[in-house]
């Protein structure tokens, strides 16, 4: 139970928000009770399932610091639809400060970990949205994470990054969550008619192999969409290849960790 | 002499290191002379030119911890077609650590403007790419920078965290860098069958005007494939769309600095 998988990419726009938010949707779909943590100062996460940022007064921000409970500022999200499986917790624009405010803790990786250890068990998965980053936001994820899913955008760039993201892992997995395994590399925004993103396919299924998800994510103009409607592509539109493909990316990750 | 243009947004993925590439060497390209300081700790536009970052032992981060001269760490690209007009500094993943380092000093926003200062007369103009944040590195880059060129790529998240930009723009400009204008705001990746476009066209003309550059980027896989082949995309594909759209914007901003 309590499944806490990570979204990471330091690299910019591959898609790491869109996952978040699709994939909780369809396993929320498939009644699988998900939560979702919002860890980017841009709270895109936030705003894309329709939560109105200025109406919200406590944060994952006010969180951390210890200021509120967790459970105290847990949002449902589509309840008539989804019947309580996706819950959220959403970000603000404070999290900028607390890089800087956590370095004089002691133990400043583990602030995020601390502040969901209660709750996770009551969910069978939950997912942190990280920012375009390795610094000590993305750090606090990691550390509180069991696995981290990597979305790869399929452009020059993404793929150039991976490095640094695997070294990144394995120090944090060295020094503080021995624990921490990788989810899986997922592909993102896949245009079959350009020849770039079956170079960087392949290149990343010969350097990762079976950490590769065989679900590819595809380049769909209703997946950009969505978010301005506030909805997960599940209830904006639910026959779009955007929405096919986070359903199977759900039935993976289901299969992979033991089923049904 | 010496325009100090910084390019940024937190939203990841917009375009920034594109934009700095290809604007820098279609300026070179028109004998203008040309600096571009890679300021991001992935080293996109390092590597986007073809510099391999294993063989560059000092970087823009030993100049703004004290440890080397700017002059000493600069870098001729495409000498024979650009003739010495365009110029880079490199970027190394230790920028991360600058982050935390630079905390301890007095004047820490100050960093970046004090290592180029003895510089910027050298050329017609300079610019800074950005990592998509709002931290420490970033707000160094506006402190240095005589204006900021801001890229938004025509999607829904993108749009919403300008307001955020904006008023970090405004901050720095109350408190540290009163000359800090907007040199314009740039449409990117645009794709005249997708409506989201457009929406975020509009949207953008309404409310910033005519600090809208009329040049748009529209999306072109050839500006995706040419950081994979170390050349700006007038290097790589001059009759491309890529290539003329950036040439394009060159004309505009000289035209807007009273050039000729
Ligand atoms: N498969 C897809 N097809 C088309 N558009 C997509 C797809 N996935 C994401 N997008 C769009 O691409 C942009 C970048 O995606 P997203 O914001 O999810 O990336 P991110 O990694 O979270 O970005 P950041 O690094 O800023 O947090 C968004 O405008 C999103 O709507
Ligand atoms: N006009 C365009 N058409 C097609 N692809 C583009 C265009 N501009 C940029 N790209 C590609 O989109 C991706 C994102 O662009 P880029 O890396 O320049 O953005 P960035 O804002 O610098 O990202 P980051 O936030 O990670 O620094 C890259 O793979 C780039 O090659
Ligand atoms: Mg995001
Ligand atoms: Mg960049």
Redesign the interface.
């Known amino acids: 139970m309590g499944k806490v998988i990570c979204v990471a990419n330091?690299?910019?726009?591959?898609g790491k928000?869109t996952t978040v938010i699709n994939l909780a949707a369809s396993l929320a779909a498939a009644q699988k009770k998900t939560l979702f943590i919002d860890f980017d100062?841009?709270a895109?996460a936030t705003?894309?399932v329709g939560i109105n940022k200025d109406e919200i007064k406590k944060t994952i921000y006010d969180a951390i610091i210890g200021e509120v409970n967790i459970r105290d500022i847990m949002i449902d999200i589509e309840p008539e639809f989804l019947k309580g499986y996706l819950t959220v917790v959403s970000a603000s624009?404070d999290l900028?400060g607390a890089?800087?405010e956590l370095?004089h803790f002691e133990n400043r990786e583990q602030k995020l970990k601390e502040a969901i250890s209660d709750i996770t068990r009551e969910y069978d998965y939950v997912f942190i949205d990280c920012?375009?980053?390795?610094?000590l936001l993305t750090v606090n994820a990691l550390t509180a994470a069991d696995s981290v899913l990597v979305p790869v955008?399929c452009?020059?760039?993404a793929l150039?990054?991976l490095g640094?993201l695997k070294r990144t892992i394995s120090l944090i997995r060295q020094r503080i969550n021995p624990e921490l395994k990788v989810e899986g590399y997922l592909l993102t925004m896949f245009d079959s008619r350009?020849?770039?993103c079956h170079?960087v396919a392949n290149e990343l299924k010969t350097y990762f192999s079976e950490e590769v998800f065989e679900t590819i994510i595809y380049r769909n103009?209703r997946l950009?969409?969505s978010?301005?409607h506030g909805k997960p592509i599940l209830l904006y539109d639910v026959k779009s290849i955007g929405a096919q493909t986070y359903i199977s990316l759900a039935q993976e990750i289901i299969a992979r960790n033991g089923g049904d």
């Open positions: 330091q690299k910019g726009g591959v928000t100062p841009q895109n705003s894309g624009p900028t890089e800087v370095i920012p375009p980053s390795l610094s955008q452009e020059y760039y150039e990054g640094q350009n020849r770039i170079v103009v950009a969409e978010p301005s």
